[in-house]
């Protein structure tokens, strides 16, 4: 195919989404190398991300650019290049997931540094949607989501509490401080972990470099925040099969995950090579079946519309404390991570993203489950 002809491919196609190549709304791109077209006819999402990394296009508002794409589902319209197929292949043929490769995203995505994740996030320090209810800012909309994750989980004093993913520790703080229970906390990121104990010192929170597979103990909750999606389809039912032995008999476990609408075997080739290796995004099937036999779902909840607040949120951080972290990451680091905050903020605002909490069980609650909102 000459040129040309990507050029016209890839301009029909974005017209139909209401997105002009050199166009004065601010989603419309600007395109600053013709390459742009073969790359994105090719390549697709890969492409199109990478080529933004690299300078070759801009766009005013590139999450309302990303929006609208999601929306008017430009995806159903372009064939996967096979190339991009074979890149993915290693979702279909391995468990790209399993123990041994545990690692490789606290490696490559949270030990990023810790520089970079305080100038951006809230200060707890929460790395997943808040609860924007009533909230007028970060802050507010994560405390708030903690305060709803206490009261879903029913916490009370002296409740010992596992942590799958626990990030820095923000979830565990915050049951300590506010409703005096003790936590475990895993994590699969040596900087977390270094980070964590400095900011929950002289409480009862501990942090375990581990993978949640070897957890050990019987704990009267658990709770896992943004950490399922990087488990992968092969092992849901294992992740549960751990939740479940290691929760008390009339215990509860809470999960909070980003939400796939539809059932996928990988993930986004960008976001895999650049910024989660290895993620996928659980579907309500997926999920279901795993559950299967092993809990009873009390409660699912669904706020993916707050998440379009909360990246936005965190990219205004980023963007006003760039220049504190331009010496040690870069310009083209910089573009990546913008692409990122941006296109997911995109993809949550279509909707094409969902935030769900889920309470479970193991027998069913006695008398029944009182739904908090």
Known sequence: MGSDRYESLVT??????????????PWDIQVHDRGFYKRVATEVELGLGESYMDGWWDAGKLDEMINRILRTDLRKEVNHNYRIMLKLAGFFLINMQAKRRAFIVGERHYDLGNDLFRNMLDKRMNYSCGYWKDAKNLDEAQENKLELICRKLYLKPGMKVLDIGCGWGAFGKYAAEKHGAETVGLTVSKEQVALGRELCRGLPVEFRLQDYREVAGKFDRIVSVGMIEHVGYRNYREYFAVAERSLKDDGIFLLHTIGNPVSAKSGDAWSHKYIFPNGMLPSVSQLGKAIEGLFVMEDWHNFGAYYDNTLMAWFDNFMVRWDSLREKYGERFFRMWKYFLLS???AFRARSNQLWQIVLS??????GYVSVR
């Open 12 to 25: 029909s196609l974005l017209s139909v989404a209401g997105i002009e190549i050199g166009g004065s709304n």
């Open 344 to 346: 997911n903020a995109g």
């Open 362 to 367: 193991k027998n069913g609650m006695s008398g």
